[in-house]
């Protein structure tokens, strides 16, 4: 079981409960969509800015969806209700967002776990480090498509999506096999959502994914993203 964490009001406590292992749950004082957003506000502006998703909105809500309902470019439309891989939100941007906040206004029936992993618990030699840090990637993101590396210099962040990163030589193909393989391989935090529950994540450092869900579940998550 995961310990319950209180209410936090004060940034540096905050960070502090995320320095831990990246993450942390906070529940909600009350139930509904408006109140559950309103707090994820709160949090979020004790911790940064915030910044638009992908469809350009300041907070979305995210459902599982069938392939052919999902937004083209999402993980969704390749994924679909199947699992979500482990990626690192907004890997398409130059920088990724720092935080990323969910809150479940409803877990659905059957519900769907989010799964949580550090990379800095993968493990990674020095000279993998290298390789991730050094090997060049091309970030697919339309007419903005770019090349840059799966770690920032000197590991400030991890940039890893399977449905936006493509290698163009075989040492960005090895490092996009090693962290697939590691991350294949390494336990990671399950968290079974609660309405109310609102996940912090330091988005630099913990990848997130989701386990198979169901079409209908009722399944929804809030989520604003930061940027610090
Ligand atoms: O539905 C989930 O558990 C996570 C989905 C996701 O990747 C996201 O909202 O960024
Ligand atoms: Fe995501």
Redesign the pocket.
């Known amino acids: 079981m995961l310990e319950r964490e209180t209410v936090v009001d004060d940034p540096q406590q905050l960070l502090g409960l995320l320095a831990k292992r990246g993450w942390f749950r906070h529940s909600a004082e009350a139930m509904h969509h408006g109140s559950i957003l309103r707090e994820m506000g709160q949090v979020g502006e004790r911790l940064g800015r915030r910044v638009r998703g992908r469809a350009g909105a300041l907070e979305?809500v995210?459902e599982?969806r069938h392939l052919e309902e999902a937004h083209p470019r999402s993980?969704s439309a390749r994924y679909g209700l199947g699992a979500?891989p482990f990626?690192v939100?907004l890997s398409h941007r130059t920088r990724p967002c720092r935080y990323?906040l969910?809150g479940c206004i409803d877990p659905g029936s059957p519900s769907?776990?989010?799964?949580l992993l550090d990379w800095r618990t993968l493990d990674f030699s020095r000279e993998e480090l290298n390789l991730l840090e050094e090997a060049p990637v091309l970030v697919r993101a339309g007419r903005r498509s770019f090349y840059s590396t799966i770690l920032a210099m000197g590991g400030a962040f991890f940039r890893y999506d399977p449905g936006c990163l493509e290698a163009v030589d075989e040492r960005g193909q090895r490092a996009l096999r090693l962290v697939e393989d590691r991350i294949a391989g390494a336990p990671s935090d399950v968290h079974h959502w609660c309405q109310g529950d609102i996940l912090i994540i330091d988005n630099w450092r913990v990848l997130?994914?989701?386990s198979p869900?169901d079409q209908g579940s009722g399944?929804r998550?809030a989520?604003i993203l930061i940027d610090a």
Do not use: I, Y
């Open positions: 979305e995210v599982p993980l979500l990626h939100e990323l969910l769907a776990a989010t799964m997130h994914g989701r869900s399944r998550l989520r």
